[in-house]
């Protein structure tokens, strides 16, 4: 019993030390010059009715300017729909780098093919956010849930929700990377599909000590209390069965 209790313990420490929750910081990130940006950008377009639903990734800040690569994908009004952005580091075409952002099951991708170059190994410690979601009639509704950067859930608060308005702001926090994973859910609401909501992310580098104002991982010496009642735990009975 009391080895299943310290094996209990040392599960929950171990649990503990690796756990990660990131906040939101400022609300817009100022990014460093001289370091990499890549982007984003997913939105329904303002044409007809239906729109025109469009995605796009770009090496750089702009990816709704720049268009690198594009996707049409179908915009459901009131459906919980999953996204995806990501970068890795050899992923693409001769090892360079891979960009791919996915929306309901459709990816525009950049670096896969001759033409389309991308730095390998980029690092990067910031994420920007600008969620938009107004129109004429001020009727539209987009809304940003279950945001994770690798795995580490971020607290987005009122930051999630952006209803007629436009809401830019940044998360920090998960140290310095190169291959990244960003996911999230989006769903759009509302009466008037006129209008234009988007989603925009840019993952870049600000400085050290903006990147470190976010909750960090808990750190290991918040888990030695539970580590060492673990080891002693398997100390007593190991001097009970020598004598």
Not at 104 to 113: R, T
Not at 137 to 145: V, Y
């Amino acid at each position: 019993m009391r080895l299943k209790i310290a094996a209990a313990m040392l599960a929950v420490s171990c649990a503990a030390a690796s756990a990660a929750t990131l906040d939101v910081t400022e609300d817009e990130l100022e990014f460093l010059d001289d370091t990499a940006q890549v982007s984003m950008l997913a939105h329904h377009g303002n044409g007809a009715a239906n729109g025109v639903d469009e995605l796009f990734v770009a090496p750089d800040e702009e990816a709704g300017k720049v268009h690198s690569a594009g996707s049409q994908f179908a915009w459901s009004v009131n459906k919980v729909i999953s996204f995806a952005f990501s970068y890795d580091a050899y992923g693409g075409f001769g090892g360079q780098g891979l960009l791919t952002a996915t929306l309901d099951g459709v990816s525009a991708i950049f670096g896969d093919v001759v033409g389309e170059v991308i730095a390998a190994k980029m690092s990067f410690n910031a994420l920007g956010i600008t969620l938009e979601g107004p129109n004429a009639n001020k009727e539209t509704l987009f809304a940003l849930d279950n945001l994770q950067i690798n795995g580490a859930d971020v607290v987005l608060g009122s930051f999630g929700s952006s209803v007629k308005e436009k809401n830019e702001f940044g998360v920090t926090g998960f140290g310095e990377v190169s291959d990244f994973v960003v996911t999230g859910t989006l769903i759009r609401s509302g009466t008037e599909l006129r209008g234009r909501p988007s989603l925009a992310m840019t993952m870049g580098s600000v400085k050290g000590d903006a990147a470190l104002k976010a909750v960090a991982p808990v750190p290991v010496p918040a888990a030695l209390p539970l580590l060492l009642l673990a080891f002693g735990s398997f100390a007593v009975m190991a001097r009970r069965r020598r004598s």
